[in-house]
């Protein structure tokens, strides 16, 4: 039997590459339906085939290469989640915080949080244009011709509309819709979300058009002119226009949003549509504007989730993941369950002492929670198995031998083989192509093993040698000659990378996506971060005080950059990348013009607009903001009770400012 699921699986795979990559169909739609469902009836009857399933779910579900890339005017943000009334409190604490606020509530409309996709619908002269996917933020899919199959979609724009608009909100399938398109037997979707995102991403909009798509407008992109003072007056200005709002949609105080929490969770089973949560936003636009995004999400937004659902199950195994630096992570191999509708497999564990703590033994019944799109966990243990013995976290690399270590008080056990370790190697490779970092098409975790395998990659730069092996590549099986070439195409397409992406890419340990990018403002070209990284190896030079200073990064962080860069190997890498990539400056100053572009700023004592708010506008007019006072620092913001950082300023020279002329010079 499940050597017929695979035969089904590589003619599957085999159709759609001649479908999408060759553009020469060899099935029809309904043999490869008829495929398709084959398959699905008899993993159906067998839930622990997990990986093929998820092989399954994988074809046909990528948007194949059929659709332009549009990038978006301003990013497309995620919601950090919050999933009690504490966490909702802190978050509303910390949007205190940072505009200086008193205590007094904060008014914010709350909205059902749709399981849907996003969406970004261009207006220009009132007419729509153009409908973008979120893809992974920056750049989304255009899937203008599927959009203009909703019914519900408003073509035109009335005259109080701007020139130009860029309306958000969430495309969805009614769970009746959902229900009938699985009855018809046309397609089967485990869930509306899916069904909704496989009905867009169709590159033959007849498709779209024939499945039932619904669309809530809630976002505001791009616009000529501010077309509403709060988000209350935004939406209903929306409705005016004919898009659909969420009816359910209200006005809440910080001090309600609990209630109307519970509201929605009540009548949740009985919505028409799948929702997983509230979101809300803070209603006065001005302050939502002043509060700006952190990362991928906004400070003035949150999506207060519903709580987790449970169940329990057997624990089979302890498997322990070996990650790109060296960490040591348990995870649990469960008997598959279904939670809350999606089949669960895999819970993380967290750590050595997590499992300690929980005394979670294979063998076990375990309690499992499934909380939104986080990875499940185990709450602990309802039942202990026979004959199970406590679990002995091994202290030594499961996939190299070497010795794993805890140094300090770390609560992570790591691998101390370094490069000597296939695991962290592959991982890091995998790392490195990922969509954050070179986002090489094509150079997924399966192709990254496939070719260590083969002995191809010892480390990231033989990536780049690998288009010279095309011909090889094609003759291996499951390649040939157009996915070979296009493999080459991608990475050749990735010779040119900015500078965050490419210091995030090295997998340093600590350096995520955001430490990356304050590092590239900081330093701005790869030349002069190198050089200055190389200088910082040494405890106590200027270089090494002037990059733990540099605010978000601080010391510990400093001390793992500058133990990457003490490591000879690391630099051969870098030499090696080198030869390969064109790595472009940080450009902040082409797009911001302001008397901070390229400024180091100091902020001191108290001022009157709050810290955080102060920083985080320095630095969205291209300021990088440090700690502490040095030979480098361009401006000091002096506020009242300044100590001794206005005293070295002063020493200095440095060019010291109020509050009153920050202010102006931010055109605040
Ligand atoms: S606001 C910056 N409002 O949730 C504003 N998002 O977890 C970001 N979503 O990508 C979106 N209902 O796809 C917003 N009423 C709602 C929403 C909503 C569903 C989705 C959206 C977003 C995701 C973030």
């Given at each position: 039997?499940?050597?017929?699921?695979?035969?089904l699986?590589?003619?599957?795979?085999?159709?759609?590459?001649?479908?999408?990559?060759?553009?020469?169909?060899?099935?029809?739609?309904?043999?490869?339906?008829?495929?398709?469902?084959?398959?699905?009836?008899?993993?159906?009857?067998?839930?622990?085939?997990?990986?093929?399933?998820?092989?399954?779910?994988?074809?046909?579900?990528?948007?194949?290469?059929?659709?332009?890339?549009?990038?978006?005017?301003?990013p497309?943000?995620?919601?950090?989640?919050?999933?009690?009334?504490?966490?909702?409190?802190?978050?509303?604490?910390?949007?205190?915080?940072?505009?200086?606020?008193?205590?007094?509530?904060?008014?914010?409309?709350?909205?059902?949080?749709?399981?849907?996709?996003?969406?970004?619908?261009?207006?220009e002269?009132?007419?729509?244009?153009?409908?973008?996917?979120?893809?992974?933020?920056?750049?989304?899919?255009?899937?203008?011709?599927?959009?203009?199959?909703?019914?519900?979609?408003?073509?035109?724009?009335?005259?109080?509309?701007?020139?130009?608009?860029?309306?958000?909100?969430?495309?969805?399938?009614?769970?009746?819709?959902?229900?009938?398109?699985n009855?018809?037997q046309?397609?089967?979707?485990?869930?509306?979300?899916?069904?909704?995102?496989?009905?867009?991403?169709?590159?033959?909009?007849?498709?779209?058009?024939?499945?039932?798509?619904?669309l809530f407008?809630?976002?505001?992109?791009?616009?000529?002119?501010?077309?509403?003072?709060?988000?209350?007056?935004?939406?209903?200005?929306?409705?005016?226009?004919?898009?659909?709002?969420?009816?359910?949609?209200q006005?809440?105080?910080?001090?309600?949003?609990?209630?109307?929490?519970?509201?929605?969770?009540?009548?949740?089973?009985?919505?028409?549509?799948?929702?997983?949560?509230?979101?809300?936003?803070?209603d006065?636009?001005?302050?939502?504007?002043?509060l700006?995004f952190?990362?991928?999400?906004?400070?003035?937004?949150?999506?207060?989730?519903?709580?987790?659902?449970?169940?329990f199950?057997?624990l089979?195994?302890i498997?322990?993941?070996?990650?790109?630096?060296?960490?040591?992570?348990?995870r649990?191999?469960?008997?598959?369950?279904?939670?809350?509708?999606?089949?669960?497999?895999?819970?993380?564990?967290?750590?050595?002492?997590?499992?300690?703590?929980?005394?979670?033994?294979?063998?076990?019944?375990?309690?499992l929670?499934?909380?939104?799109?986080?990875?499940?966990?185990?709450?602990?243990?309802?039942?202990?198995?026979a004959?199970?013995?406590?679990?002995?976290?091994?202290?030594h690399?499961p996939a190299?031998?070497?010795?794993?270590?805890?140094?300090?008080?770390?609560?992570?056990?790591?691998c101390?083989?370094?490069?000597?370790?296939?695991?962290?190697?592959?991982?890091?490779?995998?790392?490195f192509?990922?969509?954050?970092a070179?986002?090489?098409?094509?150079?997924?975790?399966?192709?990254?093993?496939?070719?260590?395998?083969?002995?191809?990659?010892?480390?990231?730069?033989?990536?780049?040698?690998?288009?010279?092996?095309?011909?090889?590549?094609?003759?291996?099986?499951?390649?040939?000659?157009?996915?070979?070439?296009?493999?080459?195409?991608?990475?050749?397409?990735?010779?040119?990378?900015?500078?965050?992406r490419?210091?995030?890419?090295?997998?340093?340990?600590r350096?995520?996506?955001?430490?990356?990018?304050?590092?590239?403002?900081?330093?701005?070209?790869?030349?002069?971060?190198?050089?200055?990284?190389?200088?910082a190896?040494?405890?106590?030079?200027?270089?090494?005080?002037?990059?733990?200073?540099?605010?978000?990064?601080?010391?510990?962080?400093?001390g793992?950059?500058?133990?990457?860069?003490?490591?000879?190997?690391?630099?051969?890498?870098?030499?090696?990348?080198?030869?390969?990539?064109?790595?472009?400056?940080?450009?902040?100053?082409?797009?911001?013009?302001?008397?901070?572009?390229?400024?180091?700023?100091?902020?001191?004592?108290?001022?009157?607009?709050?810290r955080?708010?102060?920083?985080?506008?320095?630095?969205?007019l291209?300021?990088?903001?440090?700690?502490?006072?040095?030979?480098?620092?361009?401006?000091?913001v002096?506020?009242?009770?300044?100590?001794?950082?206005?005293?070295?300023?002063?020493?200095?020279?440095?060019?010291?400012?109020?509050?009153?002329?920050?202010?102006?010079?931010?055109?605040?």
């Amino acid at each position: 039997m499940r050597k017929t699921v695979e035969d089904l699986l590589a003619r599957l795979k085999a159709a759609e590459a001649a479908y999408h990559e060759r553009d020469a169909p060899e099935i029809s739609d309904a043999e490869y339906d008829a495929l398709r469902r084959q398959a699905e009836a008899i993993l159906a009857e067998h839930p622990q085939w997990q990986d093929l399933a998820e092989q399954l779910a994988r074809v046909g579900a990528r948007p194949a290469a059929g659709f332009q890339k549009l990038r978006h005017r301003t990013p497309m943000l995620s919601l950090d989640n919050v999933f009690a009334p504490e966490e909702f409190s802190e978050f509303a604490d910390r949007i205190r915080r940072f505009l200086g606020l008193a205590a007094t509530p904060l008014s914010f409309v709350a909205e059902p949080k749709i399981d849907g996709l996003s969406i970004s619908l261009a207006y220009e002269k009132r007419r729509f244009t153009r409908a973008a996917t979120r893809g992974d933020g920056t750049v989304g899919e255009d899937v203008t011709a599927n959009i203009l199959t909703l019914p519900s979609l408003p073509r035109i724009l009335p005259d109080d509309a701007p020139d130009f608009i860029e309306i958000r909100g969430e495309v969805y399938m009614t769970k009746a819709d959902f229900l009938a398109l699985n009855e018809s037997q046309e397609r089967q979707f485990a869930n509306p979300r899916n069904a909704a995102a496989g009905s867009l991403r169709q590159l033959d909009s007849r498709i779209t058009a024939r499945r039932k798509l619904s669309l809530f407008a809630y976002a505001q992109g791009e616009t000529a002119h501010p077309v509403a003072e709060t988000h209350w007056d935004y939406l209903a200005t929306l409705h005016r226009w004919g898009f659909e709002v969420n009816p359910l949609s209200q006005r809440v105080r910080e001090d309600e949003a609990a209630q109307f929490q519970a509201g929605i969770a009540a009548r949740r089973a009985s919505l028409p549509y799948d929702i997983d949560g509230v979101v809300y936003k803070v209603d006065d636009l001005t302050l939502q504007a002043r509060l700006g995004f952190v990362g991928r999400a906004p400070r003035w937004a949150c999506a207060w989730k519903f709580p987790a659902e449970k169940a329990f199950t057997r624990l089979e195994d302890i498997e322990i993941q070996v990650g790109r630096t060296g960490a040591l992570t348990p995870r649990a191999k469960l008997t598959p369950v279904n939670v809350g509708g999606v089949l669960v497999q895999y819970a993380t564990l967290h750590n050595e002492d997590e499992i300690a703590r929980k005394d979670v033994r294979i063998g076990d019944i375990v309690e499992l929670q499934r909380a939104g799109d986080v990875i499940p966990q185990i709450l602990g243990v309802r039942e202990r198995g026979a004959d199970a013995v406590p679990y002995q976290f091994p202290d030594h690399c499961p996939a190299c031998g070497a010795l794993a270590v805890r140094v300090d008080d770390d609560v992570v056990r790591r691998c101390t083989g370094g490069l000597s370790c296939p695991a962290q190697l592959v991982e890091r490779l995998i790392h490195f192509c990922s969509r954050g970092a070179f986002d090489i098409e094509g150079m997924g975790e399966k192709t990254a093993r496939e070719f260590y395998a083969a002995g191809w990659l010892q480390s990231a730069p033989d990536i780049f040698a690998l288009p010279a092996r095309e011909a090889e590549i094609a003759k291996r099986e499951g390649w040939g000659e157009v996915s070979a070439a296009k493999l080459s195409a991608a990475i050749n397409a990735k010779r040119t990378i900015g500078l965050a992406r490419f210091i995030y890419a090295l997998g340093i340990r600590r350096i995520g996506e955001n430490n990356a990018k304050l590092l590239a403002r900081h330093y701005g070209s790869y030349p002069n971060w190198k050089a200055s990284m190389q200088a910082a190896t040494i405890i106590g030079s200027d270089a090494r005080l002037e990059l733990g200073s540099i605010s978000g990064i601080g010391p510990a962080i400093a001390g793992d950059l500058a133990a990457f860069f003490a490591e000879a190997h690391n630099l051969a890498t870098l030499t090696a990348l080198e030869h390969e990539v064109r790595v472009e400056d940080e450009t902040i100053a082409a797009t911001i013009q302001s008397p901070f572009v390229g400024k180091v700023v100091v902020f001191t004592g108290t001022l009157a607009m709050a810290r955080p708010e102060a920083k985080a506008k320095a630095e969205s007019l291209g300021a990088k903001v440090t700690e502490s006072v040095s030979k480098k620092t361009d401006f000091v913001v002096v506020g009242a009770d300044a100590g001794s950082k206005a005293k070295k300023a002063a020493e200095l020279g440095i060019h010291i400012l109020s509050e009153a002329e920050f202010r102006e010079m931010a055109g605040l």
